[in-house]
């Protein structure tokens, strides 16, 4: 009896092992096929919007005194024309300019007396000639001190262009000096993309190399053109080497000063075998893709060589026309079996 029962949970059991086996776990997966294609190699840097160096004008004090007004603030627009500040002159500007007026009037009196006591013949012609050198100084002198304004009550800073403040050096109250900074303001419709470029890849740019650039977060604006310049060094705060592109006018008057952009280089053209995108995963053994051969998936390592509309270049032991999988494949394991996506 016992022995009988023995039996039947034995059965029992290796029916029950042989349907198990016979339900061998599967992965809903979907799948594309490798094709070759013609691509381009390219290589990314991001970077932000700069105004040209050579489109920034620098607005200096003409002379000491005391900030009275500032009507602006950094990063305003400005128009051509547009009052930006108001300087007091100081005490001793005025005290300074009254001295310069003194001193031509007094000189021209010392002219006009040594020319009469030339006549006379109680003076020199030496001394009629120092005595024009010591005019003439003294209206150099008091030229100069009016050329910089300290003539006026106040000195207004006008904006010589069209442009954005970049630096404000100014203060309501603040004490300044002659030939301060008081501001920096560059043209809005002249700008560059200023972007860092890694050290292994500068040597395949070139100064005349295309580049598209668009704005980080706005896939609208696309913009063409050539890298102006190249650093010679590596930017110690990035560690990447800065190149300077420059932005056609017509783009520029939609732009603003401070966008971050992604630059586009355009390297040269090549025939690859690719797949979609995301049919390539990676690990710490590096990239790979899924095969399917037989409802069977294969991990594959290849090399990835660029990305180009939603297909990743590749190369390895593969094939054009094998199956990849496209979607499902981040659960997939080797040899796991498969079963397509409803």
């Known amino acids: 009896m016992t022995s009988s029962i023995t039996t039947i949970i034995l059965i029992f059991l290796i029916s029950n092992l042989s349907t198990v086996g016979a339900e061998e776990p599967s992965a809903a997966v979907k799948t594309a096929s490798i094709t070759s294609v013609d691509m381009s190699e390219h290589v990314k840097a991001y970077g932000i919007l700069k105004p040209r160096p050579d489109k920034i004008s620098t607005l200096s004090l003409s002379f000491s005194g005391i900030v009275s007004q500032v009507r602006v603030r950094t990063g305003q627009r400005v128009k051509k024309g547009e009052q930006l500040a108001e300087i007091i002159p100081s005490p001793e500007v005025k005290m300074q300019y009254l001295h310069a007026i003194n001193a031509m009037e007094y000189a021209q009196?010392?002219?006009k007396r040594n020319?009469?006591?030339?006549?006379?013949r109680l003076a020199t012609k030496a001394d009629v000639e120092n005595a024009t050198k010591v005019l003439k100084d003294s209206q150099i002198t008091l030229n100069a001190l009016i050329e910089r304004k300290?003539?006026?009550?106040?000195?207004?800073?006008?904006?010589?262009?069209?442009?954005?403040i970049t630096q404000l050096n100014l203060v309501q109250g603040q004490r300044v000096q002659s030939n301060d900074n008081a501001m920096l303001i560059a043209s809005e419709n002249h700008i560059v993309a200023r972007v860092g470029i890694d050290p292994k890849d500068i040597k395949r740019i070139e100064t005349d190399t295309n580049v598209s650039i668009k704005p980080v977060f706005d896939d609208s604006v696309y913009i063409n053109s050539n890298i102006t310049t190249i650093d010679a060094v590596i930017n110690p705060n990035t560690r990447l080497i800065d190149a300077m592109i420059d932005i056609p006018i017509s783009y520029a008057k939609n732009l603003e000063l401070g966008t971050s952009i992604v630059a586009n280089f355009k390297l040269a053209d090549y025939k690859s075998l690719a797949v979609p995108s995301a049919a390539v995963l990676n690990d710490a053994?590096?990239?790979?893709?899924f095969s399917l051969k037989e409802r069977r998936a294969h991990k594959i390592y290849i090399e990835k060589r660029g990305e180009q509309n939603s297909l990743t270049a590749i190369s390895g032991d593969i094939k054009e026309g094998e199956k990849v999988v496209v979607l499902g494949n981040y659960i997939l394991r080797d040899g796991m079996l498969t079963r397509d996506m409803k």
């Open 285 to 289: 053994n590096g990239y790979f893709i």
């Open 109 to 111: 009196q010392q002219v």
């Open 115 to 120: 020319k009469q006591m030339f006549k006379e």
């Open 150 to 164: 300290s003539n006026q009550p106040q000195d207004i800073l006008f904006s010589p262009i069209d442009g954005v």
